[in-house]
T-cell receptor, first 115, second 111 residues
Framework: AQSVTQLDSQVPVFEEAPVELRCNYS??????LFWYVQYPNQGLQLLLK??????LVKGINGFEAEFNKSQTSFHLRKPSVHISDTAEYFC?????????????FGKGTHLIIQP | NAGVTQTPKFRILKIGQSMTLQCTQD?????MYWYRQDPGMGLKLIYY???????DKGEVPNGYNVSRSTTEDFPLRLELAAPSQTSVYFC??????????FGPGTRLTVT
């Protein structure tokens, strides 16, 4: 079984400042890693994913994440945030060995952008 | 191309009532999923399906049932609603098993 820990439930950041949202996972098997964003009263939208290859993954809206296998981390970063980035961000993992048993999510990090 | 649609958007149920949450996708995806999201928590998998006629339990299946008679539809049935089922329910679908597209959600309150 796998689990996901998002260490910060809320992250306040000033507009145009950089941000990092932390995600650690534990799993006894190889996994795929994802970041989703949820804007207020909406469904989840995929920001980026790591399946294999380069450990630095670029996603939509200027976000990127780095997979670190030794530290079992997949932190999300953006060099300069905007008010429109205010949302809930979820890290998720999935077993990479095939099958369709769904995603395991962290509890989410609320990114609050201050003007 | 509407993607994943869910109805209703909101519903209030009394304890013991039953209802069906509808989910439809028009992307011809084989995989479909139901999740629930409770405040301050991530999403938890209720049931999933890998194709028409095939369903399986996720992490929190108790109190729910599903069916998958067509590729497009994956309804979630609540029998004997309980306050613990107050949540936001999301349906998702995917072509492969790892890139899931989510619907807008159904907000359910059981009182």
């Amino acid at each position: 079984a796998q689990s996901v820990t998002q260490l910060d439930s809320q992250v306040p950041v000033f507009e145009e400042a950089p941000v990092e949202l932390r995600c650690n996972y534990s799993s006894s098997v190889s996994v795929y890693l994802f970041w989703y964003v949820q804007y207020p009263n909406q469904g989840l939208q995929l920001l980026l994913k790591y399946l294999s290859g380069s450990t630095l993954v670029k996603g939509i809206n200027g976000f990127e994440a780095e997979f670190n296998k030794s530290q079992t981390s997949f932190h999300l970063r953006k060099p300069s945030v905007h008010i429109s980035d205010t949302a809930e961000y979820f890290c998720a993992v999935m077993y990479s060995g095939g099958g369709a048993d769904g995603l395991t999510f962290g509890k989410g990090t609320h990114l609050i952008i201050q003007p | 191309n509407a993607g994943v649609t869910q109805t209703p958007k909101f519903r209030i149920l009394k304890i013991g009532q039953s209802m069906t949450l509808q989910c439809t996708q028009d992307m011809n995806h084989n995989y479909m999923y139901w999740y629930r999201q409770d405040p301050g928590m991530g999403l938890k998998l209720i049931y999933y399906s890998v194709g028409a006629g095939i369903t399986d339990k996720g992490e929190v299946p108790n109190g729910y049932n599903v069916s998958r008679s067509t590729t497009e539809d994956f309804p979630l049935r609540l029998e004997l609603a309980a306050p613990s089922q107050t949540s936001v329910y999301f349906c998702a679908s995917s072509f492969t098993s790892y890139e899931q597209y989510f619907g807008p959600g159904t907000r359910l309150t059981v009182t």
